[in-house]
């Protein structure tokens, strides 16, 4: 079991990883509605965006599982496995818009679930 204070920088990493994700989340179909060709085939990388899935998944199942243990709050990791799966939904559907509002709201949920963790593991320290 992770100590309480990396256990809280845990939750700080996925916020931060959840806001980096939903960046490129808007980033990409706004810059191809501009037009900007050249800068798009950069960041608009497959592994770019399993990477932001891979890290989230690694980062949250860590830190709910063990914020779950300390807090008991069961809506915590619910919130993030629906986060996840909007996230996972928005990389499959095939309409760009649709894939970026999943994907920002998906980033959004698990940045949310992130806050609340640290907020219940605060409370369940303070007992």
């Not at 845990?10 to 037009?35: Q, W």
Request: charged share 10%; net charge neutral.
């Amino acid at each position: 079991m992770i100590n309480p204070k990396e256990s809280i920088s845990l939750d700080r990493a996925g916020v931060c990883a959840s806001m980096l994700c939903m960046v490129h989340c808007i980033l990409v179909p706004v810059l191809f509605v501009l037009g900007v060709d050249s800068i798009i085939w950069m960041i608009d990388q497959e592994w770019i965006e399993l990477t932001f899935i891979g890290l989230s998944l690694t980062i949250g199942l860590i830190s709910f599982l063990g914020g779950y243990v300390r807090h008991k709050q069961h809506f915590v990791p619910v919130l993030f496995v629906a986060g996840f799966l909007l996230l996972v939904n928005g990389e499959a559907v095939s309409s760009l818009w649709l894939a970026m509002s999943l994907s920002v709201a998906g980033a959004t949920v698990i940045a949310y679930a992130h806050i609340q963790n640290i907020k219940w593991k605060n409370h369940a320290s303070a007992r």
